[in-house]
């Protein structure tokens, strides 16, 4: 499906108009924070309708509606760990929790900001390759058996509080996965943790919180990418509209996500991506999709 350029970046949004954005919003916001890959949904569900896609700028810029969910929703956990950190700079207890979490999350952080930076070109370009159905298939594909691996063999007996600085580097670099779409940011973090035996639903806390910088980093470059292109009136609009329905809909996502793996386990996801790749990839080779 053909993207509409501005100044060479990918607006194909601002053709959708406010009402088909504000439906794209809502399932942007849900698919943002489950493991599922928000991206991929921004590519799919445009193409089974007949939609124009959105474009990647969209789905990039729209990451800033999670960002308010994931704060609002572990803002304790954010104020303790801000406390903390300050605690140990007047006394010098650098050992304490919440100092070593904060530096593995900066440190985890730096993986995806290199890697944007050296494929930003790429992977915001119009017409680019990392946005065809057959690489987001193969990607849902294999994270789902990724996902389905981390449940079989986990012990999942580690906390939050039991996390180093190697875990969240390691999952750091799991994070890079989230630039190709069909990876999913949530799910490649998720994935990560849960092989590194932490628990279900601290693996998933710790995947939301490595990520707020990543999230707030790549949703504001994008503002300003889309800023720098010359987006006019209509089109801060129509992004208006599906941040705001985004913002609402990942509150749900986050609350379902968190009970699901405290609860349940991350099988509902693993069999949604397996059959999410499989039906991308038999769509592209018939010829039902392109």
């Not at 100044?7 to 406010?18: R, Y």
């Not at 599922?36 to 789905?59: K, Y």
Request: charged share 10%; net charge positive; aromatic share 8%.
């Amino acid at each position: 499906m053909a993207s509409v350029c501005t100044s060479g970046v990918d607006t194909g949004f601002v053709a959708l108009g406010t009402t088909k954005v504000a439906v794209l919003g809502v399932i942007q916001g849900i698919t943002e924070l489950l493991p599922i890959s928000s991206t991929a949904h921004m590519r799919i569900v445009p193409a089974l309708l007949g939609w124009p896609d959105p474009g990647s700028a969209f789905s990039a810029a729209m990451q800033l509606a999670a960002l308010f969910a994931v704060v609002t929703y572990f803002w304790s956990d954010l104020r303790d760990l801000a406390c903390g950190s300050l605690r140990a700079v007047r006394t010098g207890d650098y050992g304490a929790h919440a100092p070593r979490t904060v530096l593995g999350i900066i440190l985890g952080t730096l993986p995806i900001v290199i890697a944007g930076v050296v494929l930003k070109d790429k992977l915001n370009a119009c017409g680019s390759a990392f946005r065809d159905l057959w690489v987001i298939g193969a990607a849902s594909l294999v994270m789902g058996l990724l996902l389905a691996v981390a449940e079989l063999i986990s012990r999942h007996t580690r906390s939050f509080e039991q996390i180093k600085l190697s875990d969240a580097i390691i999952v750091g670099l799991a994070q890079v996965g989230a630039l190709i779409p069909g990876v999913s940011r949530s799910g490649s973090t998720l994935t990560a943790a849960m092989f590194l035996g932490l628990k279900r639903e601290d693996a998933a806390r710790f995947s939301f919180l490595l990520g707020l910088p990543a999230i707030f980093a790549a949703g504001v470059k994008e503002l300003l990418v889309l800023h720098q292109a010359g987006l006019d009136a209509q089109g801060w609009i129509v992004l208006g509209v599906g941040l705001l329905t985004a913002s609402l809909s990942a509150f749900v996502a986050i609350w379902t996500l968190m009970k699901v793996m405290e609860r349940l386990s991350a099988w509902p996801f693993v069999f949604y991506r397996i059959a999410m790749g499989t039906f991308l990839l038999v769509a592209v080779a018939t010829g039902l999709m392109s």
